[in-house]
């Protein structure tokens, strides 16, 4: 049963009347270039919700357990930070100073999405009910808003960092990452705009922190050590 709001709408379409005023009253007072920018937003995000709605409406059962399954597994970074470790284990010096960096990488960029961009941005989470996701794709519905994605945000931060020194295997991760990211719309609980943002943002922090503990003296030894090996 979808829960209405005022004038029998839906939280999903209250939240977006919200953002529609909103909008309107920046464009009237805007310039054109403004207005411009305001109405493509306002396209995009429609766009986004439709594609939203169609994932919800395309029947999958043979992936929906695995997606949710891999969705879970990526709650609190749980599953990156379990790759970090067999790395740090397994793969020598190469692999403890990538651990590190992937480590560093999903931290900072935890900050930025929870402390820093969901409070400037705080788009409610999809109505997943409403949209019709089926039951069996449920996940835990975080109490957090939704934009952007933070599990999207770990995951590329994660791989991008790897990436620098073990291009191989970041390529790998990257895959893995875009499922994570993929996952969190299948089960309905972000919006796709939600984990393409995040996954920019986890992407281009994961490449900064890469390359700043290149920089450290130990950084630079093992990156000479690890291009000398091949």
Same mark, same amino acid.
């Given at each position: ?11 999903? @379409?209250? %939240? +977006?009347?919200?953002? @529609? ?21 306002? @396209?995009?995000?429609?766009? +986004? ?43 020598? %010096? ?7 960096? %992937? ?48 599990? /999207? ?24 990452? /875009? ?8 089960? $309905? ?14 992407? %281009? ?8 503990? +290149?920089?450290?003296?130990? $950084? ?8 000398? +090996?091949?």
């Amino acid at each position: 049963m979808v829960t209405r709001g005022t004038a029998g709408e839906t939280p999903d @379409e209250a %939240g +977006d009347a919200v953002a @529609e005023r909103l909008a309107d009253s920046l464009a009237h007072r805007a310039g054109p270039v403004s207005r411009r920018i305001t109405q493509g937003l306002r @396209e995009l995000g429609a766009v +986004d919700r439709a594609i939203y709605t169609a994932v919800a409406s395309t029947p999958t059962p043979t992936l929906d357990e695995p997606l949710r399954r891999l969705s879970n597994a990526a709650n609190n970074s749980r599953l990156w930070l379990a790759i970090a470790a067999g790395l740090a284990v397994a793969g020598g %010096g190469s692999g403890r100073r990538s651990a590190a960096a %992937g480590t560093v990488a999903i931290g900072i960029t935890s900050a930025l999405v929870n402390l820093a961009a969901k409070s400037v941005w705080s788009r409610q989470r999809p109505d997943r009910a409403g949209a019709g996701v089926p039951g069996q794709r449920n996940v835990r519905m975080p109490a957090s808003t939704s934009f952007p994605s933070g599990h /999207a945000a770990s995951g590329f931060a994660f791989a991008s960092a790897i990436g620098r020194d073990q291009p191989s295997l970041g390529f790998a991760l990257q895959f893995l990452a /875009a499922a994570v990211a993929y996952s969190r719309v299948h089960t $309905g609980v972000h919006y796709p705009g939600d984990v393409v943002v995040g996954s920019l943002i986890g992407a %281009g922090t994961g490449q900064t922190v890469a390359g700043l503990m +290149d920089r450290l003296p130990s $950084g630079r030894n093992s990156s000479r050590s690890t291009r000398s +090996d091949h």
